[in-house]
């Protein structure tokens, strides 16, 4: 018996709360009651919202760029399909799905056409979809080509830092070759030329209606030379690879598959 009152009692009391919650709104204004009514319906479309940005995820794409003869395609093949095909100068960009070796995690490979002509329609349109970049410098014959490397990928590191793409890995290619200079000896050369990179542009910017290039897009610090490790907004590494395999050289690119892993 004592149960079964005690069970009465608790019916008693949940009808009670309702009935006191039907008076409440009863008693509400119209305006208040709407005013509670757009909350309720503000808060579910923020939660909706929140679901729809998880469910999203993160840019799942990485950009392969350089200057033609670089090695981009050459990679992007070993990449998606592990093996060797003959490449040549790419006048398209070409997207495949690679699983990085640790992780299992699946990304967008963008291997963008090098020509000059071509380069920024291209970022245009993959840059959106990127969390990350590779640049490939041909470690062989980036001193013939400084002028071009330097301005191309001073362009890339202002527009990683206008979409938040902030891993940017420089990849020195064909270390295989005798003639071939390290990652070491690479960045030197770049932080040079991307200095004076910097200053033609900064003073075309202050022949303008700016001034100066804004703090967004000044890349290191005022009245410093130009060095990578100054770009606090961008995760910028070197790294060293080999993606030509021959009878006596076997591909080498266990460095980038590691930094593909750390990105995702």
């Known amino acids: 018996m004592a149960a079964a009152e005690k069970e009465r009692v608790e019916v008693e009391k949940e009808f009670n709360a ?11 204004d119209r305006d208040t009651l709407g005013l509670l009514v757009a909350l309720l319906v503000g808060l579910i479309s923020i939660l909706l919202l929140l679901i729809f ?7 799942q794409g990485v950009i392969l760029a350089g200057i033609c003869d670089a090695g981009k395609t050459l990679i992007f093949t070993q990449l998606i399909h592990k093996s060797f095909k003959e490449t040549y100068t790419s ?17 967008r490979i963008f291997d963008l056409p090098g020509h000059e002509r071509l380069r920024t329609q291209a970022f245009e349109e993959y840059g959106k979809l990127a969390r990350a970049i590779v640049f490939v410098i041909d470690s062989t014959t980036y001193q013939k080509s400084i002028k071009d490397v330097a301005e191309y990928l001073y362009t890339l590191m202002c527009n990683a830092l206008a979409l938040k793409i902030t891993p940017i890995l420089i990849l020195c290619n064909k270390q ?8 070491k000896a690479i960045k030197s050369t770049l932080e040079k030329e ?17 001034t ?10 005022r009245n410093k030379d130009f060095e990578f ?22 591909v080498e690119l266990q460095s980038l598959l590691d930094w593909l892993d750390k990105i995702v």
């Open 212 to 221: 100066s290039e804004n703090n967004n897009t000044f890349l290191g610090k």
């Open 176 to 183: 295989d070759q005798t003639f071939a200079k390290g990652a």
């Open 18 to 28: 309702i009935d006191s919650l039907k008076d409440t709104f009863n008693n509400l």
């Open 194 to 210: 991307i200095n004076v990179v910097r200053t033609t542009h900064s003073a075309a910017l202050g022949g303008s209606d700016s």
């Open 91 to 107: 006048i398209k960009s070409n997207a495949g799905s690679f699983t990085t070796p640790k992780k299992k995690k699946t990304l």
């Open 229 to 250: 490790s100054d770009i606090h907004s961008l995760k910028i590494e070197f790294a060293e690879c080999t993606a030509l395999s021959k009878e006596d050289v076997r």
């Open 53 to 59: 940005i998880g469910k999203r995820g993160k840019k």
